[in-house]
Structure formats: C-alpha cells, structure tokens
C-alpha cells in the first residue's frame, strides 16, 4: 500500500511515524501547510500531486475540520482511492454522499478512529452486527468533556480551568465549543448508529444538549445525592423506531461510567445475542487514534470495506421519557412538570427528551442534565 497522507497535525505526524517500520505500507506523499523534510517521503503543499499519483492507492485524511477535507477525499474516491479518515464531522456530515460514492466505486472506506480515538469501537460494530441485531449505543465519546467533568467532580477545579487543561494535553479540538457544546459526540453516535443499525440517521432530528454551562454549584449538587455528570450519547433502535440525542447525565455512584476519570472513553452497544458489550480507553491522542488509522489500512489491505451497509434515511423520533436537573430558565412550563426541588435547581417529572431539548432551546442560561434510566 502506498499512502497519501493529508495533514501532519497530531494525528497525521503518529501515522507517519506508526507506519515506518511497517513492509506493508509506505507513507508516500504528505500533504501539509507547514515547512516540513521528511527524509523517506515528498511532502508538498498541492493535493493534486497526491491525487494525479497513480502510485498511490490510498489516501489517509487527518486534516480534519469539513473543508477542504471534503473536497479531498470526493476527489480522492472519484479517482479510485482507498480513504482512511479520522475525520468524524467529515463523515457525519456527509455520510449520505460519500459512502454510497466509495460503494459505487469500489473503494474501501474505513473511519475507525473517528469515534473513541484508539478504541476499536466501529470495527467490532463492524463484527457485532454479523451475527446479532444491535439495540443500543453509546456513553461517553468525548475525552475532552469527561476530563473537564471529572476534575470538577473529583478535583473540585473550575470548568475554565479544567477545559484549560485539556487543551493544554491536546485533547480538545481547534475549537473546543465542538467539544463542550456536544456537537464532537453528537458526530460520534450518529456516525455509529449508521453503522449499528443500517440507516442514514436525518441529523437535524438529533438534539444535543453540551456541558459549557455547568457550575461548580451543579456538581455539589450531584455528589450530595450520590450521583456523577457525564455528556453520554444515546442512539437506540426498538420496533424499527430509531431515537438518538446527547446530554448531560447523572449516573449513579458505583456505575461503570461514573468512575471513568480524565480523558478516557467508555462505549457500550447491547446486542440481542450478546447484551451489554463496553470498551473502554483512550479516546483521543496521536498514537491512540494513529494506532487506529493503521489498523484501518491494515484492514483496507485485507480488501474490507465500509463497515455496513448505507440504509434508508431515517428521523429519531426521542418519545422516551426521563426525568432532569434543570438550573435557570424557570416558567411556566417548568413550573408545571416540576416534581422536586435541589437548591436553586429542580428535577423535572418524567418528560419526552424531545419536549427537554425543545425547551431548551429558548433558554440561553438553563443547564440540564438527565437522570439516567
Ligand atoms: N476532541 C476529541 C475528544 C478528540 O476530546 O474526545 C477525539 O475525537
């Protein structure tokens, strides 16, 4: 294999130096903005020498970010390449165009570590879902939240001292708002409810709920009843009715997701022949998520291509009820579907998720998070 790679960021630099010591695989050609030698591969600034390289048969896109991304690898499909991505907004958001072109043209298209990073989550889906129908997935997909989370909880730091932090280990996107704001695990579990169930989920009737407005009140609040916030994503498929959201959870004290600490993730799927299946590790990094990269052309080498097939399109319906914490934004409608009080916050009666997130909406100061089920 002969590989294109775009990008000599955090993750593009862990697959280059992953794959050097490797016979099967050969970083080619690196794509990248920055002044940099590299003394066993050309790099150059223009896509195009990678595109037009007959030699190449794969290109590795670790750009991230949609644009030029997007252009890059429709091109790089169209003429015939094999992609690795670790790109999850890439992928999300085009789903329902570049699968079925990578299917039409015969290419494989693997993205494993767009979701849990080093975590071999999408390719035992993959495997998973040979055999059994999948009924739920999800948990905690981004190391950034989880870390702000548990230092608040267990270190009693401030939120902008503890996102701080995370960016300063690297585990924050460009721009962290993707991070706290949900929307990097709102990618991840549309990204793997695709894949688990069979469909092409319609994102806009996918709610996230981010963490951004949490306060160090909030959390005393949790640990006095007992309870740990996580930013846990759920996708579920029951009776052929699909629903799938992200917000922030109160798990029990003594739950597997309550004790994961810093940047790690915890990703479950429940199977009708294998029930509760988690996996567990580090979500984000350059040699986790390059170590995923190269197991991905690994897999492209043994001819395997996307992980499942490219369903209908179909919209969550979020009908399940829940009861939340909710701090700010008191009216009407909260008034009436409130069942008890916890300071200055409430806890709601069982409400629809999809009632919650439609509230929330025309509340620019209000925090929720919900009790788990
Ligand atoms: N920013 C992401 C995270 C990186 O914190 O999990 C891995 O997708």
Not at 88 to 110: N, S, W
Not at 172 to 179: F, K, Q
Not at 233 to 262: F, H, M, N, R
Not at 348 to 359: C, D, L, Q, Y
Request: proline content about 4%.
């Amino acid at each position: 294999m002969r590989i294109g790679l775009l990008g000599f960021g955090v993750v593009g630099r862990g697959v280059y130096e992953l794959t050097a010591p490797r016979d099967d695989m050969t970083v080619a050609k690196v794509v990248c903005l920055e002044d940099v030698t590299l003394p066993d591969a050309q790099v150059t600034k223009d896509f195009k020498d990678v595109l037009n390289d007959p030699t190449i048969d794969t290109v590795v896109e670790a750009m991230g970010g949609l644009h030029p991304a997007y252009e890059f690898v429709k091109a790089a499909i169209e003429a015939g390449k094999h992609i690795v991505t670790s790109n999850k907004a890439l992928v999300a958001t085009f789903y329902d165009e570049l699968i079925p072109l990578a299917q039409e043209k015969g290419v494989c298209f693997r993205c494993t570590a767009a979701v849990g990073g080093g975590i071999g989550w999408l390719s035992e889906l993959e495997r998973a879902r040979r055999m059994q129908t999948i009924e739920k997935v999800g948990g905690i997909m981004n190391g950034t939240c989880n870390y702000i989370l548990d230092s608040m909880t267990r270190l009693g730091l401030g939120y902008a001292d503890a996102l701080k932090q995370a960016q300063q280990l690297g585990y924050a996107e460009a721009n962290p708002t993707t991070d706290v704001e949900g929307i990097d695990t709102w990618h991840k579990v549309i990204l793997s409810s695709n894949v688990a169930f069979g469909i092409r989920l319609d994102t806009a009737t996918v709610p996230v709920a981010g963490i951004s407005r949490i306060q160090a009140t909030d959390v005393e609040n949790f640990t006095a009843h007992g309870l740990v916030c996580k930013l846990i994503s759920t996708g579920k498929c029951k009776d052929g009715k699909i629903s799938a959201y992200v917000q922030p959870t109160l798990v029990k004290q003594g739950e597997p997701e309550s004790a994961v600490p810093a940047n790690y993730n915890l990703i479950t799927f429940v199977g009708s022949a294998s029930d509760r299946m988690s996996f567990y590790g580090q979500g984000a990094g350059r040699y986790p998520t390059a170590y995923n990269v190269v197991q991905d052309c690994a897999d492209v080498l043994l001819g395997k291509g996307f992980y499942s097939p490219c369903g209908e399109k179909v919209a969550a319906e979020n009908t399940d009820t829940l009861c939340y914490y909710v701090r700010g934004g008191m009216d009407a409608w909260l008034q009436e579907n409130t069942a008890e009080t916890w300071g200055d916050a409430v806890i709601t009666k069982p409400v629809s998720v999809e009632a919650m997130h439609r509230w929330l909406k025309d509340q620019p100061e209000a925090f929720i998070a919900a009790l788990a089920e």
